[in-house]
């Protein structure tokens, strides 16, 4: 499951909660296209009970990793393989 989000294939994962759905909704929309990021994009998230703050700390901890991706990219950081 984890290689097929990390891959942007998120979507053909089975069993994921409405919950997990939203999250990858919101972080690939937010990632890709941050710039078309509207009200209504949120709304599966407050439907899931995410107040405000909650929706903020999304958008801080998608911005992070998309900032720490690119900072590693950017000096050419590979990750560990895992033994």
């Given amino acids: ?11 053909e994962v089975e069993g994921l909660s409405p919950r997990e759905i939203a999250l990858c909704t919101i972080a690939e929309k937010l990632s890709a296209t941050p710039s078309r990021m509207m009200e209504q994009d949120w709304q599966p998230l407050r439907d899931l009970g995410f107040s405000d ?17 690119r900072l590693a990219d950017g000096f050419g950081l590979k990750p560990d393989e895992i033994p």
């Fill in 1 to 11: 499951m984890e290689a097929a989000i990390a891959e942007g294939r998120w979507r």
């Fill in 53 to 69: 703050q909650a929706c903020l700390e999304v958008a801080h901890l998608v911005g992070l990793f998309n900032y720490f991706t």
